[in-house]
């Protein structure tokens, strides 16, 4: 049995965590991403979302969100030694199934037509910032 500790990275290029968390830790040969949303590197503002004065969301578009999270998520894995391609297990969280999960889907299909990692999608009541969709995915190095 491996008794090296899990490495854990923190993504350079990626959104700085919202807590106490790596971006990744790696154990044998799988990554595990940390959640990873669609706010972009140094940017205060998220994309696709307009909140108001008190920060909380008055609309925003899930494409734009989905764009920039699967962006943040190949960052990521490629920062930590791995690619999209290596994507075994993807977790989505979505804020508003209802209204939401048509155009992620679709998204969704274009992103991942070539790698196609197992997936579950499930509707949380919220996220820890103003988002709408939010990622846990496992890939191999």
Not at 2 to 21: F, I, M, R, W
Not at 49 to 58: Q, S
Not at 107 to 131: G, K, S, W
Request: charged share 20%.
């Amino acid at each position: 049995m491996d008794k090296t500790p899990p490495e854990v990275v923190h993504a350079s290029q990626a959104p700085d965590p919202v807590g106490l968390y790596p971006h990744t830790r790696r154990v044998g040969n799988l990554l595990f991403l940390s959640g990873v949303g669609p706010r972009e590197k140094g940017a205060k503002q998220i994309p696709g979302v307009t909140l108001n004065e008190a920060g909380e969301i008055v609309s925003y578009d899930i494409e734009a969100q989905c764009h920039s999270v699967f962006r943040n998520v190949r960052t990521i894995l490629e920062e930590a030694g791995s690619s999209w391609q290596n994507l075994v297990d993807v977790t989505v969280f979505l804020t508003n199934m209802q209204a939401d999960f048509q155009a992620y889907n679709r998204l969704y299909a274009q992103y991942f037509q070539d790698c196609q990692p197992c997936r579950t999608t499930v509707e949380v009541n919220a996220l820890p910032t103003p988002i709408a969709i939010e990622l846990k995915c496992i890939a191999t190095i």
